[in-house]
């Protein structure tokens, strides 16, 4: 008899530990959660912010490796930013207010392209992770930004402008009860990004609690990357 997909459900996957080494000599450490399928791409993750709690585990990003690889075909790589602490172990360094993370997020990336071989890679970011993918996801072999959570905190509208040059996909999912950017607040400071597509979610705060809140962050991340796999499942 199916049951109802709970927090703590975890849908088969490759599952295996890393470490990757930054530019300037930072230990990552990290997680990728491959589909027993044919992939129908990939995600790099960028966690919030590892001061106020955040990291590779932030319940959203767990949740996304547990199950996404199996609903919806998509490989999840998470890792944790410099002096950041998860289950997984702790990224040598320290937290460098979104400038030294620049390596973190270019190692990464490399990792992803070069040793993972991942194709139809996109970069989520969540609130700080957000700043980190707008700054520092620029390779062009990214397809595009997914933002959950944009604070615009770090970000800068030169950033923005870069990406409104350079043309690719940015969809920021953006909370109705967001204590730090607003939908209507939202627009306004995303303006420079033309081509952004910013979707409001009613009812929704900022940490994304609760499963209705998560089942609509995977549904919106499947229908960029897998749309032909909605609607996810919602038993198994």
């Known amino acids: 008899m199916p ?7 975890v849908l088969p996957a490759a599952r295996t530990p890393f470490v990757v080494r930054t530019e300037d000599g930072i230990d990552l450490v990290g997680e990728v959660a491959l589909t027993l399928d044919k992939p129908t791409g990939s995600i790099l993750m960028l966690h919030p912010l590892p001061t106020a709690g955040g990291m590779m585990d932030s319940h959203v990003y767990k949740k996304a490796a547990n199950r996404l690889p199996s ?6 790589i998470r890792f944790n930013t410099r002096g950041t602490t998860s289950e997984a172990g702790t990224s040598t360094g320290h937290f460098d207010n979104a400038v030294s993370e620049r390596f973190d997020v270019e190692a990464m990336i490399n990792y992803c392209f070069d040793e993972l071989k991942t194709e139809n890679l996109w970069v989520v ?3 700080f992770g957000t700043d980190l993918a707008l ?16 604070p615009l905190r770090f970000s800068t509208e030169e950033d923005l402008q870069w990406w409104n040059n350079d043309g690719r996909p940015v969809i920021a999912l ?3 009860h967001d204590e730090f950017l607003k939908p209507d607040e939202a627009i306004k400071r995303f303006a420079p990004l033309k081509q952004i597509s910013i979707i409001p979610v009613e009812e929704a705060k900022h940490l994304w609690v609760g499963e209705p809140a998560v089942y609509r962050v995977l549904s919106e991340i499947t229908k960029v990357i897998a749309p032909q796999r909605l609607p996810l499942p919602e038993e198994i």
Request: proline share 14%; charged share 25%.
């Open 125 to 127: 970011g969540w609130s």
């Open 71 to 76: 609903m919806a075909g998509i490989n999840v």
């Open 174 to 176: 953006v909370p109705e």
């Open 3 to 9: 049951e109802p997909i709970r927090p703590s459900t």
């Open 135 to 150: 700054k520092f996801a620029r390779d062009p072999r990214v397809k595009g930004l997914i933002l959950l959570s944009p």
